[in-house]
């Protein structure tokens, strides 16, 4: 018997029900099962435990920098909304809460902040880069609180619980769709990005062909009407093809925060 091919999620859970439905067309088109998983290290697709999976641009970028790379990039999003182009980019959308007095980035200095981990290029590294280029320095921000995903550091900023925090802007589309008592709680005041968002990716181990038929699934899915509901639930207008040299934005992103001493939300000072 044929073993099942495991479809590892590394992103938001409200995303789940998008990629459930991949995983089921994947199975279907390959006439085989499909198990999604949620994934718990991206060494998992070097060790044969992840098969296919969508994960972080940041991740991304660090398994394509392994020799050889443990995986490929197939298709990603495209997302529906004027702001992004008809291109797989995304935003990182600053919040606060809808009576906070800080009105602008520059008047974040001092204040608390939530991010979701230091894996995460929508919640970590572009906020890095984007203090960089404002010339801010490590200390900028006041008290950190790592809340592990962005749908805790949402309702953190909401709560009360801290002043500001960067958002997915899918994730924060879905929310805010979904929760309205919570979007009449929370403003956005401003943006960091646009960066490329995240990608369906594969074992580089698996066959050529078995890769091929599971982009053919992910730039043709817009075209069956029954899952427009479920690309509409995930604020998406269809997914593209995809290559490695998408994520060189994301590489530049890295040399800037590295080029400046600045690779962690929580420096207090610039390393020597």
Not at 198 to 216: H, I, N, T, W
Not at 251 to 267: D, K, N, P, V
Request: glycine share 8%.
């Amino acid at each position: 018997m044929t073993a099942p091919l495991r479809f590892a999620t590394f992103l938001a859970p409200n995303m789940v029900p998008v990629y459930r439905v991949l995983a089921a067309r994947i199975g279907a088109r390959l006439g085989r099962r499909v198990e999604l998983v949620v994934g718990r290290s991206f060494d998992q697709f070097e060790r044969g435990e992840a098969d296919l999976g969508v994960i972080c641009g940041l991740p991304y970028v660090w398994l394509a920098a392994r020799h050889p790379a443990p995986v490929e990039p197939l298709a990603a999003p495209v997302l529906d909304g004027a702001r992004y182009g008809a291109r797989p980019v995304y935003f990182s959308d600053v919040i606060v809460r809808r009576d906070s007095p800080i009105t602008c980035l520059e008047e974040l200095a001092g204040r608390s902040w939530a991010y979701n981990e230091p894996a995460s290029h929508s919640g970590h590294t572009v906020t890095l880069y984007s203090l960089v280029r404002m010339g801010a320095r490590p200390g900028f921000l006041g008290p950190l609180v790592e809340a592990g995903f962005h749908q805790r550091a949402i309702r953190l900023v909401a709560s009360g619980g801290v002043d500001a925090a960067a958002i997915d802007s899918q994730v924060l589309g879905i929310e805010l769709r979904d929760h309205p008592r919570l979007a009449g709680r929370l403003r956005v005041i401003g943006a960091f990005g646009p960066s490329t968002i995240q990608p369906v990716v594969a074992a580089s181990r698996l066959p050529a062909r078995l890769k091929d038929e599971v982009q053919e699934v992910l730039v043709t899915l817009a075209d069956d009407p029954a899952a427009r509901p479920v690309l509409d639930y995930g604020l998406i207008d269809r997914f593209t093809p995809i290559g490695d040299a998408a994520y060189d934005d994301i590489r530049a992103m890295l040399a800037a925060i590295e080029a400046a001493g600045w690779t962690s939300l929580t420096q207090t000072a610039v390393s020597p």
